[in-house]
T-cell receptor, first 115, second 111 residues
Framework: EAGVVQSPRYKIIEKKQPVAFWCNPI?????LYWYRQNLGQGPELLIR????????DSQLPKDRFSAERLKGVDSTLKIQPAELGDSAVYLC?????????????FGSGTRLTVV | QKEVEQNSGPLSVPEGAIASLNCTYS??????FFWYRQYSGKSPELIMF????GDKEDGRFTAQLNKASQYVSLLIRDSQPSDSATYLC???????????FGQGTRLTINP
């Protein structure tokens, strides 16, 4: 079974440019999460989807960040325009149900560097 | 008070010794607790979870939970250099619909 797939693995962009990250969850996993991990810190939740509905986006900086999960499978996270402080690893995770009963499975992440 | 707190370390342990990693949490309603291991440049990998008070053993790893004290720990016996990584404690909050991570403890096993 394929795990959570993310792309790209690395991205370097200049500030004020747009960037997008893509995630394909484990087949059958209805709940999808986007986390951001700053250097030396634990992951922090940005947004949680149940199928195609964003049920928790309270930590998503909505002035520059947007996300979508069309058809309840793949998801895209976008930043426009990027700022220097957005440099981090963006992790996608999925779980079989809406609770964290069995934990999450993470993808390999996208390391974003804004210069 | 942070929802999940860990000592960031670094924690240095000689090879073959026991490494002890600690985590406290604030949500008394939390029912399950997770330990993730993260190698440098890699994503977090789930290695242990525990639901009940007491100990849970899996090979060289033992998770310990004390709900009254809101404390969970991870013991690694016979530590190996390959155990060198950052260990993240994670606790579900808000009715288990949101997994919150501690900042992680960086562990180094010295040969």
């Amino acid at each position: 079974e394929a795990g959570v797939v993310q792309s790209p693995r690395y991205k370097i962009i200049e500030k004020k440019q747009p960037v997008a990250f893509w995630c394909n969850p484990i087949s059958g996993h209805n709940t999808l999460y986007w986390y951001r991990q700053n250097l030396g810190q634990g992951p922090e939740l940005l947004i949680r989807y149940e199928n195609e509905e964003a049920v928790d986006d309270s930590q998503l900086p909505k002035d520059r960040f947007s996300a979508e999960r069309l058809k309840g499978v793949d998801s895209t996270l976008k930043i426009q325009p990027a700022e220097l402080g957005d440099s981090a690893v963006y992790l996608c995770a999925s779980s079989l149900d809406r609770t964290a009963t069995y934990g999450y499975t993470f993808g390999s992440g996208t390391r974003l560097t804004v210069v | 008070q942070k929802e999940v707190e860990q000592n960031s370390g670094p924690l240095s342990v000689p090879e073959g010794a026991i490494a002890s990693l600690n985590c406290t949490y604030s949500d008394r309603g939390s029912q399950s607790f997770f330990w993730y291991r993260q190698y440098s440049g890699k994503s977090p990998e789930l290695i242990m979870f525990i639901y009940s008070n007491g100990d849970k053993e899996d090979g060289r790893f033992t998770a310990q939970l004390n709900k009254a004290s809101q404390y969970v720990s991870l013991l690694i016996r016979d530590s190996q250099p390959s155990d060198s990584a950052t260990y993240l404690c994670a606790v579900p909050i808000q009715g288990a619909q949101k997994l919150v991570f501690g900042q992680g403890t960086r562990l180094t096993i010295n040969p």
